[in-house]
């Protein structure tokens, strides 16, 4: 998204008012470091961390990496099958609509029995967030290639699934794979502190925070990792759009905004 | 070139929830070498239908259309089609867009751009060549998309009422412009309108068509020189008597049960 320069920097304001807030409120209204400790007391936390800070995020974006990389390269195909041929979609669909609303959460067991206490199993609980969403909004691209674009690739001689998937639904589909991607890591991102919850290493922003902090009872630790976890998560979608969206999808700047 | 189109008994019938609906009846048609035919009728009457058949988007039931002494099995480039939406790809430029189809035969990148260059310019839009479609007005998508279906060199150029979604004022200059074009390639054009006033200012030849079932009433040869003048006496004499025609087909088809 593009923004008029004169409202640039509308976003500031009320920021710094949130946060001015919340340090009054918690120096005068509240006064119980461990209900809600002041904004700067967490900032210089990050400060007193920060020999812990760089390991964790880079561990949780492993976990985060190897979940999501898991997640596309499964969803990816299954979406062009489901969205291109009716008969893969009605054939799989009941499958897929029965794992759906199982919550990542619940496959912690399976994937610590399967997997073992290891990165692939926060991984795995990681991917199970992200695939859902992926796949659904990537076979809905494929499934709604406008038919006219699909008859004036055949008239040209784009005959056969393979060419018409190549050169005519993959493209149609791409800003739809780029959503359902985008969705997907914000679900898988959020997967994260439970994936790490039971233990996986002796790293990661999700194990900080439940085996450490919490137990101590240190909030201002535990905010401080909260930021941490917010703003690492703001930048991963940022680059994704910037590359995506302003690279990738250049055409379709017309259409949306 | 010399390009022949033949239709010999072609009927249609649709499966509808209501039992078969009988689309096209018996067509026989033929049409000439380097002619500009156009087929008009009421709406409904098949005129759209007949275009695909040939197009090879649809199958006959019975019947069979020959282009070149061969029997039309599936889509080709060697027939080039313009529809009645906008059928360009939006996430190719016009550039990319024109290139489609000799990408797909698989002609070499330098190539295949001097040829649509040639195309590209043949519309006048040279200088939009590296726009997206989005960024285009209805009348130069269409003329894109005329380009396109060019550039494969096809034998006959089908068009499906291809300036019907754009102003009257365009539309009289894409008209011209098509003639201009039609000229210069000498191609063999089968136009489908419901417009009297495009098919008189156009055509060589007009096939009137009637509805429910479609068939083919009456071919009529126009034979007013050209450039016409849309406001002549033998275009409106010519006008009249299309007008006649078509009224009373439409009157028959009333009384039908």
């Known amino acids: 998204m593009r923004l008029p320069t004169k409202e640039k920097g509308l976003w500031l304001v009320p920021l710094a008012i949130a946060l001015l807030l919340w340090e009054f409120i918690a120096w005068y209204v509240i006064r119980d470091p461990l209900i809600l400790p002041r904004f700067s007391t967490v900032i210089f936390s990050i400060y007193i961390l ?3 800070v760089i390991p964790d995020i880079l561990t949780s974006l492993l976990h985060f990496g190897i979940g999501l990389a898991l997640a596309f390269s499964a969803a990816l195909p299954l979406a062009i099958g ?12 009941p499958i897929i609509e029965i794992l759906r609303p199982i919550p990542p959460l619940a496959w912690i067991p399976v994937a610590i029995l399967w ?3 290891t990165h692939s199993a926060a991984g795995f ?3 199970i967030g992200a695939f859902f969403p992926i796949l659904i909004d990537s076979y809905t691209g494929f499934r709604d290639v406008p038919k006219v674009l699909v008859e004036t690739g055949k008239v040209l001689g784009c005959i056969g699934d393979k060419k018409l998937i190549k050169y005519v639904a993959f493209p149609y589909a791409l800003p739809s794979i780029a959503t359902g991607t985008r969705v997907g ?4 991102w959020m997967c994260v502190v439970a994936a790490e919850m039971f233990g996986v290493g002796n790293y990661g922003l999700g194990f900080r925070l439940f085996q450490d902090f919490y137990f101590l009872h240190q909030m201002d630790y535990v905010i401080a990792y909260m930021l941490i976890l917010g703003l690492v998560a703001l ?3 940022r680059v994704f759009r910037y590359f995506v969206e302003e690279k990738l999808l250049k055409w379709k700047k017309g259409i949306v905004k | 070139m010399n390009h022949k189109l033949e239709l010999r008994n072609v009927t249609k019938t649709f499966n509808t929830e209501g039992g078969e609906m009988e689309a096209l009846e018996d067509i026989n048609l033929e049409v000439k070498p380097n002619e500009f035919l156009c087929i008009i009728g009421p709406s409904g009457c098949g005129k759209t239908t007949l275009l695909r058949l040939i197009a090879g988007l649809d199958y006959p039931n019975s019947g069979e259309i020959i282009l070149d002494g061969k029997e039309v099995i599936g889509p080709s480039p060697d027939r080039g089609m313009v529809f009645q939406e906008f059928s360009l790809f939006p996430w190719r430029t016009v550039l990319k867009n024109v290139e489609f189809g000799l990408k797909i035969r698989g002609m070499k990148d330098k190539a295949r751009r001097e040829i649509a260059e040639k195309y590209i310019e043949l519309v006048g839009l040279r200088e939009f060549e590296n726009c997206y479609p989005y960024e285009l007005s209805g009348g130069m998508k269409q003329r894109v998309a005329i380009a396109r279906a060019l550039a494969t060199e096809p034998a006959i150029l089908l068009m499906d009422e291809p300036f019907g979604s754009v102003d009257a004022q365009t539309r009289n200059i894409l008209q011209e412009e098509l003639l201009e074009i039609w000229k210069r390639t000498k191609k063999t054009v089968l136009f489908v309108t419901h417009s009297v006033d495009e098919a008189v200012y156009l055509a060589d030849r007009v096939a009137v068509m009637s509805a429910r079932p479609g068939c083919l009433v009456k071919c009529l040869g126009i034979d007013i020189p050209r450039p016409r003048k849309r406001t002549s006496m033998e275009v409106n004499e010519f006008r009249e008597k299309l007008l006649m025609l078509l009224s009373l087909e439409r009157s028959k088809a009333c009384i039908k049960p």
Not at chain 1, 82 to 93: L, P, Q, S, Y
Not at chain 1, 185 to 188: H, I, L, S
């Open chain 1, 82 to 93: 489901m969205g291109w041929f009716r008969n893969v979609f009605k054939a799989i669909d």
């Open chain 1, 125 to 127: 609980i990681i991917f």
């Open chain 1, 185 to 188: 890591m914000g679900v898988g």
């Open chain 1, 235 to 237: 930048c991963v979608d």
């Open chain 1, 115 to 117: 997997i073992g206490l």
């Open chain 1, 50 to 52: 920060r020999e812990l």
